[in-house]
């Protein structure tokens, strides 16, 4: 046999190897198929849980009325038109996705599940979570207005006894698959790959803003400063109340953002004083501290519900943004409609913390600004 016909057997052994392997990978997809309706959990355990209002909650992080106002709002942009493949209704595309997002268990093990590829299991979720972001956001996390953030001012004062603050701001690492050729980017101080979830919640510890995506190898504050909100206070942009008085007093104020230590010390944000034996400083610390456990339980409470966040998301970081997105949007959604709350999960924050503080230089402004505050609570607040 020459070489020509020697080349042309190996191409067609080739060709008919893989064809044999692609064609062992349908017939698993299809055995998949085949078996939803006997197997599927949207089949057999689905009707189940329509029945039993705290097994409903336990499965999908959410009661019935949560769950239907939600596939209410999206069903038009998930719906699927009937094809040669099974169809999957809006109702088990949204029960996909909450499994997900309340397990982060790998999308091979949801195929077993629900008796559905792996791949559409992704799109599935990917679609969904989309359709939920796109179609509540604005209404559950809307841009903050100026009488939203005299809301929250209140309700700081009321509940936290800490006067002209409009949220508290903190972050958190998500932990992420190794995006290729991505050097250290993603690599952070804890020795894992990661995208960085920074948020402001309100008294409630429900989230006012979020910004998701950048590399966890960045510190609080370096995402702080490239952060969109930052950009909206910096450029007069984000409909801040005007100064006025603390109560009690006649000096007008500004309103500000509390954060830790990892944040820089702004005219418009607080953070602690570093370590310091000073009685007034001390005060102030306990008080700020007090008062941002609010974002800290924001934090505790969405780990615990949505459990995605506790693993390695196998997912691009794009999906991986669109993911915790939505996860902080169902938390305020669900806050909303008073479902029971879990016990926040256990040092979820301090793992997390970066400082950097050569890099948090102040101005006098700020520094003063801080002072003011110590001042006052050191005479007005016990």
């Known amino acids: 046999m020459d070489s020509d016909s020697d080349s042309e057997v190996m191409l067609s052994t080739n060709f008919s190897l893989r064809y044999i392997l692609l064609r062992k990978r349908r017939n698993k997809t299809n055995d998949l198929w085949k078996h939803r309706k006997r197997n599927g959990q949207y089949y057999v355990l689905f009707p189940e849980l329509l029945k039993q209002e705290d097994k409903f909650f336990q499965y999908m992080r959410m009661s019935k009325k949560t769950f239907y106002f939600i596939l209410r709002k999206i069903e038009p942009f998930i719906a699927k038109l009937p094809t040669h493949t099974p169809y999957i ?6 029960m996909v996705t909450l499994r997900f997002l309340s397990t982060g268990l790998p999308f091979k093990s949801l195929s077993f599940t ?9 799109t599935i979720v990917y679609e969904t979570c989309e359709a939920i972001w796109k179609t509540l956001n604005e209404e559950f996390i809307p841009f903050p207005t100026t009488s939203a953030f005299n809301k929250v001012e209140r309700e700081f004062l009321n509940k936290w006894k800490f006067p002209n603050c409009i949220g508290a701001i903190d972050g958190k690492h998500v932990r992420v698959k190794a995006p290729s050729k991505s050097g250290t980017q993603y690599f952070n101080y804890k020795k894992y790959f990661s995208l960085h979830l920074q948020a402001v919640a309100d008294a409630n510890s429900k989230f006012i803003a979020v910004d998701v995506g950048e590399y966890g190898s960045r510190c ?7 952060s969109t909100l930052y950009q909206l206070i910096q450029s007069n942009r984000l409909n801040i109340p005007p100064p006025k008085p603390l109560p009690g007093t006649r000096q007008d104020v500004p309103h500000v953002l509390i954060g830790d230590q990892g944040y820089p010390l702004k005219t418009f944000l607080l953070r602690p004083y570093p370590d310091s034996e000073d009685p007034a400083k001390l005060h102030f610390n306990e008080l700020l501290s007090i008062a941002r456990r609010c974002v800290e339980c924001a934090f505790g409470i969405l780990v615990a519900k949505w459990r995605c966040l506790k693993t390695e998301l196998q997912v691009t970081p794009e999906h991986v943004t669109l993911i915790v997105q939505t ?45 003011y505050f110590k001042n006052y609570f050191f005479h007005h607040i016990d």
Not at 114 to 122: D, K, S
Not at 221 to 226: A, C, L, Q
């Open 220 to 226: 609080d504050s370096g995402v702080f400063k490239s």
């Open 327 to 371: 996860t902080c949007l169902l938390h305020n959604i669900c806050m909303e409609f008073k479902e029971p709350l879990p016990n926040p999960a256990k040092n979820t924050r301090a793992s997390d913390i970066n400082y950097n503080r050569a890099n948090n230089h102040s101005s006098h402004q700020a520094t003063d600004l801080r002072d």
């Open 89 to 94: 209704s809006p109702e088990e595309r949204l």
């Open 114 to 122: 629900f008796c559905i590829a792996h791949n559409t299991i992704g």
